[in-house]
């Protein structure tokens, strides 16, 4: 059974930062983060190809350039979420995605909140 867990989420003040992580149960492919706030639509925040340890390409959410970075570690199945600057407006549930054969795997997702 594949399984993604997440981790990192927590409450934050309006500049600070925080770090995800997400410990995939297999490699993938793809691998992203999302995000959700509750009667909205699961949103992409920013997504990671590799293959074996070369990346291939990572793209962005408009509304977290420059602000976010995501990496990953693919020896141990790793992707990760550095986000700083952050704003109240990046309050959500945040899921780490794993896409292998066109088949979307997902975490239960871990909150984020940004308040003072």
């Known amino acids: 059974q594949v399984q993604l867990v997440e981790s990192g989420g927590g409450l934050v003040q309006p500049g600070g930062s925080l770090r995800l992580s997400c410990a995939a149960s297999?490699?993938?492919?793809?691998m992203g983060w999302y995000r959700q706030v509750p009667g909205k639509q699961r949103e992409l925040v920013a997504q990671i190809t590799s293959r074996g340890s070369t990346i291939e390409n990572t793209n962005y959410a408009d509304f977290v350039l420059g602000r976010f970075t995501i990496s990953g570690d693919n020896a141990r199945n790793m992707v990760y979420l550095q986000m700083n600057n952050l704003k109240p407006e990046d309050t959500a549930v945040y899921y780490c995605?794993?896409?292998?054969?066109?088949?979307?795997?997902w975490g239960k997702g871990t909150l984020v909140t940004v308040s003072s």
């Open positions: 297999r490699s993938f492919f793809t």
């Open positions: 995605n794993g896409r292998r054969a066109g088949v979307d795997y």
